[in-house]
């Protein structure tokens, strides 16, 4: 991924997006607006909505931060695990991390 510090909106929309495998229509379906609206926000031309940027963070797992350039942190939805699988996806992450270093 790109440094942060360089990317916009739009740019982290259309990377997301990329890596989810979903087209502009998939994403615009999955969020209840249209596929020239998710042009728009990739080409920089609009912005969205606060209740469409909330819809985005859940699709990407990432923040509102993060979809605006602010932060870095990604996030993985653990809700329906139980207590000792979230303690083996900690342990994978942490695993993760210090094979990365």
């Known amino acids: 991924m790109e440094d942060m510090g360089t990317m916009e909106f739009g740019d982290i929309v259309r990377e997301l997006r990329s890596e989810l ?8 379906a999955q969020i209840g607006t249209s596929k020239t609206t998710i042009s728009l926000y990739e080409s ?14 859940s699709i990407f797992h ?6 605006l350039g602010m932060d870095r ?29």
């Open 62 to 67: 990432v923040s509102i931060d993060y979809l």
């Open 44 to 57: 920089h031309e609009r912005m969205p909505t606060p209740k469409t940027l909330i819809g985005l963070s």
């Open 73 to 101: 942190t990604k996030w993985v939805d653990v809700s329906g695990l139980s207590d000792k699988d979230v303690r083996l996806v900690c342990e994978l992450v942490e695993s993760l991390r210090e094979k990365g270093q």
């Open 21 to 28: 495998g979903l087209t502009q229509k998939q994403l615009a």
